[in-house]
Nanobody
Framework: QVQLVESGGGLVQAGGSLRLSCAASGHTFSSYTMGWFRQAPGKEREFVAHIVWSGGRTVYADSVKGRFTISRDNAKNTVYLQMNSLKPEDTAVYYC????????????WGQGTQVTVSS
Protein backbone atom coordinates (compact mmCIF):
# COMPACT_ATOMS: atom_id res chain seq x y z
CA GLN A 1 0.00 0.00 0.00
CA VAL A 2 0.89 3.66 -0.30
CA GLN A 3 1.11 6.12 2.57
CA LEU A 4 0.84 9.85 1.98
CA VAL A 5 1.73 12.68 4.33
CA GLU A 6 1.00 16.33 3.52
CA SER A 7 2.78 19.33 4.97
CA GLY A 8 3.32 23.02 4.29
CA GLY A 9 -0.08 24.48 5.03
CA GLY A 10 -0.55 27.60 7.08
CA LEU A 11 -1.97 31.10 7.28
CA VAL A 12 -1.12 33.57 4.55
CA GLN A 13 -2.41 36.92 3.30
CA ALA A 14 -4.19 37.24 -0.01
CA GLY A 15 -1.64 37.50 -2.79
CA GLY A 16 0.89 35.45 -0.88
CA SER A 17 2.36 32.04 -1.58
CA LEU A 18 2.66 28.62 0.00
CA ARG A 19 4.20 25.35 -1.08
CA LEU A 20 2.57 22.11 -0.06
CA SER A 21 4.42 18.82 0.02
CA CYS A 22 3.14 15.27 -0.15
CA ALA A 23 5.61 12.57 0.77
CA ALA A 24 4.77 9.08 -0.42
CA SER A 25 6.03 5.84 1.05
CA GLY A 26 5.38 2.20 0.41
CA HIS A 27 4.96 0.63 -2.98
CA THR A 28 4.67 3.01 -5.89
CA PHE A 29 4.30 2.44 -9.60
CA SER A 30 5.31 4.39 -12.67
CA SER A 31 1.69 4.55 -13.79
CA TYR A 32 0.54 6.32 -10.61
CA THR A 33 -1.22 9.64 -10.76
CA MET A 34 -0.81 11.98 -7.81
CA GLY A 35 -3.44 14.61 -7.19
CA TRP A 36 -4.23 17.53 -4.94
CA PHE A 37 -7.77 18.10 -3.74
CA ARG A 38 -9.26 20.58 -1.34
CA GLN A 39 -12.31 20.78 0.86
CA ALA A 40 -13.75 23.92 2.40
CA PRO A 41 -16.11 23.75 5.39
CA GLY A 42 -19.56 22.59 4.33
CA LYS A 43 -18.47 21.86 0.76
CA GLU A 44 -17.54 18.75 -1.16
CA ARG A 45 -13.98 17.85 -1.88
CA GLU A 46 -12.89 19.28 -5.23
CA PHE A 47 -10.09 18.57 -7.65
CA VAL A 48 -7.20 21.02 -7.74
CA ALA A 49 -4.44 19.47 -9.83
CA HIS A 50 -2.80 16.19 -10.70
CA ILE A 51 0.44 14.94 -12.14
CA VAL A 52 1.14 11.67 -13.90
CA TRP A 53 4.32 10.29 -12.39
CA SER A 54 5.60 8.85 -15.62
CA GLY A 55 6.21 11.78 -17.94
CA GLY A 56 5.07 14.49 -15.56
CA ARG A 57 1.93 15.52 -17.46
CA THR A 58 -0.23 17.87 -15.43
CA VAL A 59 -3.86 18.94 -15.26
CA TYR A 60 -5.28 21.89 -13.33
CA ALA A 61 -8.69 23.01 -12.26
CA ASP A 62 -9.73 26.23 -13.97
CA SER A 63 -9.92 27.98 -10.61
CA VAL A 64 -6.19 27.57 -9.99
CA LYS A 65 -4.76 27.53 -13.50
CA GLY A 66 -1.97 30.06 -13.85
CA ARG A 67 -1.56 30.40 -10.09
CA PHE A 68 -0.75 26.89 -8.87
CA THR A 69 1.96 24.54 -10.09
CA ILE A 70 2.15 20.84 -9.34
CA SER A 71 5.48 19.06 -9.59
CA ARG A 72 7.25 15.96 -8.36
CA ASP A 73 10.66 14.85 -7.18
CA ASN A 74 11.19 11.31 -8.37
CA ALA A 75 14.09 10.58 -6.03
CA LYS A 76 12.15 11.73 -2.96
CA ASN A 77 8.78 10.26 -3.98
CA THR A 78 7.31 13.65 -3.20
CA VAL A 79 4.77 15.78 -5.01
CA TYR A 80 4.51 19.53 -4.48
CA LEU A 81 1.87 22.16 -4.97
CA GLN A 82 3.27 25.65 -5.36
CA MET A 83 0.46 28.11 -4.71
CA ASN A 84 0.93 31.72 -5.76
CA SER A 85 -1.42 34.70 -5.82
CA LEU A 86 -3.55 33.07 -3.17
CA LYS A 87 -7.13 34.20 -2.72
CA PRO A 88 -9.46 33.87 0.27
CA GLU A 89 -11.51 31.36 -1.71
CA ASP A 90 -8.48 29.07 -1.75
CA THR A 91 -9.00 28.52 1.96
CA ALA A 92 -9.55 24.80 2.55
CA VAL A 93 -8.01 21.62 3.82
CA TYR A 94 -5.76 20.33 1.06
CA TYR A 95 -5.41 16.60 0.54
CA CYS A 96 -2.93 14.58 -1.44
CA UNK A 97 -4.29 11.52 -3.22
CA UNK A 98 -2.94 8.72 -5.37
CA UNK A 99 -4.42 6.37 -7.94
CA UNK A 100 -2.97 3.65 -10.10
CA UNK A 101 -4.45 4.89 -13.38
CA UNK A 102 -6.40 7.78 -14.85
CA UNK A 103 -9.56 5.67 -14.65
CA UNK A 104 -9.17 4.30 -11.14
CA UNK A 105 -10.50 6.12 -8.09
CA UNK A 106 -8.14 7.81 -5.67
CA UNK A 107 -7.64 4.97 -3.20
CA UNK A 108 -4.89 6.54 -1.13
CA TRP A 109 -5.18 9.78 0.82
CA GLY A 110 -3.12 11.83 3.19
CA GLN A 111 -4.44 13.37 6.39
CA GLY A 112 -4.77 16.85 4.91
CA THR A 113 -3.14 20.19 5.64
CA GLN A 114 -4.98 23.43 6.37
CA VAL A 115 -4.51 26.44 4.12
CA THR A 116 -6.06 29.69 5.28
CA VAL A 117 -5.90 32.84 3.16
CA SER A 118 -6.90 36.08 4.83
CA SER A 119 -8.16 39.24 3.16
Amino acid sequence: QVQLVESGGGLVQAGGSLRLSCAASGHTFSSYTMGWFRQAPGKEREFVAHIVWSGGRTVYADSVKGRFTISRDNAKNTVYLQMNSLKPEDTAVYYCGARTSSVAPYDYWGQGTQVTVSS
